[in-house]
């Protein structure tokens, strides 16, 4: 079965590394989301990307950056990670039809 | 700009009761999709449902029904005869057509006590 999954599932680091989240999906979509949860915000975009070499900031995306140069993978790097980016980050990735099947999600605390 | 608002923030209700959870988007788009996600304790999002513009007919599957209503920009969701299984996030989503990322709505802690 195609699915996406993401690593590591739960990171404990510190203020000022660079951090790296991967994202891996077998959909063969185009289509490709970060995502931070927060409570009382909801989900909110961070990057997206519609393809191959193409990457979009979304909503907030100050800190982070994704880079995509295959179809299966888009990993989020929090250059210099602060504790404001301490939040649950989730991968999607949509298929034409439009709905975003989402990763496990990521738990990330920044110390 | 799109925007989707999910005014209760937290909602309770005994075992066997109706509840209805609300949902109000903005958009400019005459074309846009409307979803509703499930997040149980166990953190997946779940998939419920997704909705053109173009279609306002109600729609049931099982105990849950959305109804949706162009000229008051809502898509509201009924769970009848609510379960503890029930107890999750709802989150309420928006796609502009022009778009393919969805703004999401800051979602509804429901929770179904026995």
């Known amino acids: ?111 | 700009a799109q925007k989707v608002t999910q005014a209760q923030t937290e909602i309770s209700v005994v075992e066997k009761e109706d509840v209805t959870l609300d949902c109000v988007y903005e958009t400019r788009d005459t074309t846009y999709y409307l979803f509703w996600y499930k997040q149980p304790p166990s953190g997946e999002l779940v998939f419920l449902i997704r909705r053109n513009s173009f279609d306002e007919q109600n729609e049931i599957s099982g105990r849950y029904s959305w109804n949706f209503q162009k000229s008051t920009s809502s898509f509201n969701f009924t769970i009848t005869a609510s379960q503890v299984v029930d107890s999750a996030v709802y989150f309420c989503a928006l796609r502009e057509w022009s778009a393919r990322q969805l703004t999401f709505g800051s979602g509804t802690q429901l929770t179904v006590l026995p």
């Open chain 1, 1 to 111: 079965d195609a699915e996406i999954t993401q690593s590591p599932r739960h990171k404990i680091t510190e203020t000022g590394r660079q951090v790296t989240l991967a994202c891996h999906q077998t959909w063969n979509h185009n289509n490709m989301f970060w995502y931070r949860q927060d409570l009382g915000h909801g989900l909110r975009l961070i990057h997206y990307s519609y393809g191959v070499q193409d990457t979009n900031k979304g909503e907030v995306s100050d800190g982070y950056s994704v880079s995509r140069s295959n179809t299966e993978d888009l990993p989020l790097t929090l250059e210099s990670a602060a504790s404001s980016q301490t939040s649950v980050y989730f991968c999607a990735s949509a298929g034409e039809t439009g709905e975003l099947f989402f990763g496990e999600g990521s738990r990330l605390t920044v110390l």
